[in-house]
Each structure stands twice: as C-alpha cells, then as structure tokens.
C-alpha cells in the first residue's frame, strides 16, 4: 500500500504544473484514453457491473477510511486479498466480458468513433403498454400461464441466448399465441426489448428468497430471480388462479388489476414530452411522481 501511495505521489509531481509540456501527442492520447473510458462506461451501464459498481464504491471509501486512519489490520488484509478479488471479478464477470468482446469484433472502429447515436428516452410505446395489459387478462380469465420479462439497461442477452429467437413487434395475439398450451414456445419466458418480443422459451434464474410463498411455483421463483440479478420488469400470470403479477427489484406485487398493472409497466417506460422537461426544469419533481 506504501508502495501505491509513492507512486501516486511521484506521478502528481511529474504531473505538476512546472513541468507541464502540452504536445501534439498528448493531445491525441487524451482524445483516446476518454473514448475508451466512453465505451467502457457505456458498456458497464447495459451489464451487472453497473449493479456490482455500488458495492465496489463502498469497499473503496471504506479502504481509503483505513488508510487516513492508519488501520493496520484492514490494510494488511487488503494487500494480500486484492489479487485475489482482481481474478474473482474477472471470473464472475466473464460472460460479460465475453460478450463485449465479441461486440467488439462486430463492430467497426471508424464507424464507433465517427457515429454517436442519439438515445431514446422512451423505451416502448403505449400500444405496447396496452397490449401487454390485454394479453395479461385474456390469458388470466382462461388461466394460461405466462412469463414475460421487459428489459431495462441491464441486457438480458445471456438469457436470451438460452430461448428461441422471434423477433415479433409486440401484440396481444402474438402473445397469447406464444404461451398457449401445447404450443412448442410456451415453455419458459418471454423477453420484450422495446417494442419486441426478441427471444421466447428462455430460462431465467430461480430466487432462493425464502420469504416467498410455498403456494407459489417456478414461475414466479423465477420471475422474483431475474428481478433480483438484473433491472428488469417481470409480469406473470398463474395457470392455477389466473393472477396477475408483477416483479420488480427483488419484490413481487400479487393479484394486480388491470390499472395497477399498466401503472407498473409505466413506471418503467421512461416516457417525457419536452413540455414535462421544461416544467421539471423550473418546478422540479412533477407532483404526481413517486
């Protein structure tokens, strides 16, 4: 730790503003180093490390605790634990890094550095809303169980990876369809990005929350296991009663109406009309917002 902090030290003296020298080089390193902090930043935002990120922030304040006050044993631990949470973030991490990895070989570079896209503040439509609500109740009345899982920032891609591919505009016939009885996708969940329906008869994990009910099955220990790993919504309709509910941050919201149901899904859908912005600019939180 001594060690770190020497180094720290000398770098801010090469650093300081006697021996400042701006070159053409410099520049361009500056140029690159904050590109790639871009592109690492914006790929940590649609992943788990962007969950893992608070807890890391709160080890480090509690590490930089110790080293003002001169905590000896906590600082003795954190030099011989550091290389080994180094490889456990790389091991937990890995299909993470996998995947931005083959991203990356997608991609082209001039492309990446030349185009910057504009995003969207709303994430699906109010039709989507609508038919997510219809189809919810029609497959309630008949008790047709259902799994449907709408994505946030977190992608959802390793489970989509363990589905089928469908790539549908989102409607309520296309719903109903997919988890009808005796039908080769109604199996396993749904996952809706925006407004399509991208994978079916995926696999999510199962929470081992103890507090949740023994007269619920899979598919709601499922639908509370996704929510708990990643942000997304989860909306399950029980093939034995015909209920509506809804799954969010690690919490499940039982027997929903169809207006507590739609409330939900528009908690999540990021809608703001510039007029909404103006008015927030000046007042701040709107009065009906939570």
């Not at 899982?149 to 390793?158: A, K, R, S, W």
């Not at 995926?202 to 509370?224: F, Q, W």
């Not at 309709?237 to 509910?245: K, Q, Y």
Request: aromatic letters at 8%; glycine letters at 6%; a negative charge.
């Amino acid at each position: 730790m001594d060690m770190i902090l020497e180094r720290l030290s000398s770098y801010l003296e090469i650093m300081s503003f006697r021996s400042f020298n701006i070159r053409w080089q410099d520049i361009v390193e500056v140029i690159i180093i904050s590109f790639l902090l871009y592109q690492i930043m914006a790929w940590m935002k649609h992943t788990k490390v962007w969950l893992l990120m608070k807890g890391i922030i709160i080890i480090i304040a509690f590490i930089l605790l110790a080293l003002i006050f001169k905590m000896h044993t906590i600082i003795w631990i954190v030099e011989h634990v550091l290389s080994i949470a180094v490889t456990a973030i790389i091991v937990i991490l890995q299909p993470e890094l996998r995947h931005a990895l083959e991203e990356l070989g997608r991609k082209s570079f001039v492309t990446n550095l030349l185009t910057f896209e504009r995003p969207t503040d709303e994430r699906f439509s109010d039709k989507t809303v609508n038919d997510l609500v219809k189809a919810s109740f029609e497959m309630g009345k008949v008790k047709t169980g259902a799994l449907m899982v709408i994505e946030q920032n977190v992608l959802l891609t390793e489970y989509e990876r363990t589905g089928i591919e469908v790539d549908g505009l989102i409607s309520s016939q296309l719903l109903i369809n997919i988890f009808e009885h005796n039908t080769p996708l109604h199996d396993g969940a749904v996952i809706i990005r925006g407004n399509r329906v991208v994978s079916a008869t995926c696999y999510l994990p199962l929470s081992d929350n103890m507090g949740i009910s023994k007269e619920l099955g899979t598919r709601h220990r499922a639908g509370v296991g996704i929510s708990e790993v990643t942000d997304a919504l989860t909306i399950i309709v029980s093939e034995e009663t015909g209920h509506v509910s809804v799954t969010y941050e690690g919490q499940l919201y039982r027997n929903l109406d169809a207006n507590e149901l739609r409330e939900k899904i528009s908690m999540i859908q990021n809608k703001e009309t510039e007029d909404t912005k103006k008015r927030r600019l000046w007042k701040g939180r709107a009065k009906d917002e939570r």
